[in-house]
């Protein structure tokens, strides 16, 4: 079964500051997805990883992917607070046939962003 | 614009009785997902589905239904056998690799 794990689940931190956001996952993948969620909303896609070594950035956010490591990580940068949200990694289960997946998610990482 | 429709955006339910919520894409994808969020957790599969005609359960399946008689239109039937259906749902499509793309949602409540 494939299990997906975020660290931190909470994170506060100032702005103009750096942090990662660390994603693991239990089985082989190189299909991940970043996305965020803001309050009562709906999941916004931020990035798709789809290979080892695969880098992503927009804006402030840069997304990396490790296969072999099993590992993703979502980096903010200098960060503002209009970054506040909950971030989510979602991993691609396997396929079951033709073009179409499953995704697990991780728990999410609740950022808070300070003045 | 291309998207993926959820309604209502709230429903209220009462105690042993069924309710249906609705996901209507117009992205011509293939594949449609409904996911459940508990409040501070990741999404929870319940089905998904490949092509019109098909679908599979997912990981939290029990006391609910699914159809899917049109390529557009997914579905959910929340059954008085779920015993904790109040949650937040997610209805998402996919077309191969490309990233999943969710509805707006739809908060039910048991009152």
């Known amino acids: 079964e494939l299990k997906v794990e975020q660290n931190p689940l909470f994170l506060s931190m100032q702005e103009g500051k750096n942090y990662t956001i660390y994603c693991n996952y239990s089985?082989?993948?190189?299909?991940l997805y970043w996305y965020r969620q803001d309050p009562g909303k709906s999941l916004e896609s931020l990035f798709v990883?789809?290979?080892?070594?695969a880098v992503k950035q927009e804006g402030r956010l840069m997304a990396s992917l490790d296969t072999k490591a099993r590992l993703s990580t979502l980096h903010i940068t200098a960060a503002v607070h209009d970054l506040s949200a909950t971030y989510f990694c979602?991993?691609?289960?396997?396929?079951?046939?033709?073009?179409?997946?499953?995704?697990?998610f991780g728990k999410g990482t609740l950022l808070t962003v300070n003045p | 614009d291309g998207g993926i429709t959820q309604s209502p955006k709230y429903l209220f339910r009462k105690e042993g009785q069924n309710v249906t919520l609705s996901c209507e894409q117009n992205?011509?994808?293939?594949?449609m997902y409904w996911y459940r969020q508990d409040p501070g957790q990741g999404l929870r599969l319940i089905y998904y589905?490949?092509?019109?005609?098909?679908?599979q359960k997912g990981d939290i399946a029990e006391g609910y239904s699914v159809s899917r008689e049109k390529k557009e239109s997914f579905p959910l039937t929340v059954t008085s056998a779920q015993k904790n259906p109040t949650a937040f749902y997610l209805c998402?499509?996919?077309?191969?690799?490309?990233?999943?793309?969710f509805g707006q949602g739809t908060r039910l409540t048991v009152v």
């Open positions: 589905s490949q092509i019109v005609n098909d679908f």
């Open positions: 979602a991993v691609d289960g396997g396929r079951s046939g033709g073009s179409n997946y499953k995704l697990t």
């Open positions: 990883l789809l290979s080892n070594g």
């Open positions: 992205l011509n994808h293939d594949a």
């Open positions: 089985t082989t993948s190189d299909r």
């Open positions: 998402a499509s996919t077309e191969g690799v490309t990233e999943a793309f």
